[in-house]
């Protein structure tokens, strides 16, 4: 069985928690991130947007985000103020980096703020650093809360077939979207190719 191929319980390095939890909290933020930037950016368009690069409703980069911001600053939780700069300061350089490596592998950057004030070759914007800061307040103090009360309200034996198929499923769709990006032809192949296995 897939879930039971990962050791659910071992302790994550620097983080203090074990794999379970921290699984469950970087699908919880992924998903949450989609559904909050897909709205947000239906509204501005007037029309619906999916923000994430595969079909389903996954984000990873604020699964990677938030829960690399959140054990950075664990030492700064009590001051809002710190929290506030520092999370904008590095959520923004996070998506900076992820910018360059879309870059790289896809020849493409999955956002754009050029129509933005004050952006940098449309990947950052003081909008979204702004964002950010306030984001990492709200996470600090509500939102992990929330996240990991809910998160254990189910049985583990649920949670590890959730995550497990959760990690297949992005996987799969993740592997398909690549090979779209890379070759923009292979979906049109593959309804000829099934036009003629039925057809046959």
Known sequence: MPWNLLPWEAAVYGTGTDLYHLLQWFFAYSILGWIVESIYMSLCAGHWVNRGF????????????????YYLLQPFEGNALVLYFAGAILATTFEFLVAHLMQHFFGEVWWDY??????????ICLESTLAWG???????YFLQ???????????????????????????????????????PEAPEKAREFRKRIINR
């Open 54 to 69: 595969i079909f389903g409703p996954i984000c990873p980069i604020y699964g990677f985000g938030a829960l690399g911001v």
């Open 145 to 183: 809360r929330g996240i990991a009360y809910v998160t254990d309200l189910y049985p583990k034996w649920l949670g590890y077939r959730l995550c497990a198929a959760l990690i297949l499923y992005y996987l799969a769709d993740f592997g398909a979207h690549v090979l779209f990006a890379r070759h």
């Open 134 to 140: 306030v984001y990492t307040v709200v996470m600090f």
């Open 114 to 123: 050029h129509d933005k004030p004050f952006n940098y070759r449309g990947i």
